[in-house]
């Protein structure tokens, strides 16, 4: 295959799991070549996601590097396989490429835990909560802001792929209680939590102010396991871009912090508790119902 324009998160890490797995075999990139009838150069480009891969010359190296897993083996295929079309693609030049790389990531995401500190997370924004964001925010102007609302409202449709994804939110008390978009919007919003919660593949937890132990977080963080734990992405996101991390130490770390804050948060949204047990015990479903009685009043 030729040589491609923008390299995509996706073709990147395709390349940068291959290398990683040659290096790993102790197999120089001209012994890697000649395995499939490629030159040391067109390895090259394959491993920095310039090329793609056909899948008999995938299935050769990985035979080679001494990859037996096969659920890796299979994941790593289809992340090849794939053309980085979806209904992302009207979006292009509309919306940044990292929103591009996200969509297209949580895509392909079996699993999607969330950690969110000041703002709701993505995935579960009502438009005009969105909006307020976008408005507060220094942009450069490149970009519509009702275009990047419209993309993020549409990545949303994967909370309905059943029984296909799990989605587990932490979100932190203080993203509850900030009132910048207006106390209706807050209301109309935490009432969608609720309602969002009762989908079977979604959990929502809230990490409360009075959480002992530890200090929380600073950064909110995302974690998409395509069903593969090796093949994991965490997307930290900072004020002017967004950071993947595919390596091993970096999916372990942030895997084990989710684990902590799910632990240290209240226990999930569960809106068909009855009020007798909502009354004896504190969860984030309570929690959440406190803070719109207080936007009422």
Known sequence: MGLRGEISQRQRRF?????RLRMAAGLSAPEAGALVGMRSPAVSHTE???????QE????????????DPVYRAKLADMGRRTGKGWWSEFADRVPLLALDLAEAEDSAALIDNYETFYLPGLLQLPAYAEAIYEGAHRDGKFDAEAEIDFRMNRQRILNDLPRRQFRFVIHETALRLRFPGDAVMRAQLTHLLEAA???????QVLP???LKK???TGQFLLLDPGSEDL???VVDHPSRAEYLGDRYSIATYRRTFDQLSDLALPPVDTGRSPLALSSSRDSCGLIRHLLYLLQT
């Not at 009762?198 to 929502?204: A, D, K, M």
């Open 57 to 68: 010359r995938l299935a050769i190296w990985l035979d080679a590097y001494g990859c037996e």
């Open 209 to 211: 102010f009075a959480a």
């Open 215 to 217: 200090p929380p977080h």
């Open 198 to 204: 009762e989908l079977p593949n979604v959990t929502i």
């Open 15 to 19: 390349g940068e799991e291959l290398q």
């Open 48 to 54: 920095a996601g310039r090329t793609g891969l056909n």
């Open 232 to 234: 994991s992405t965490v």
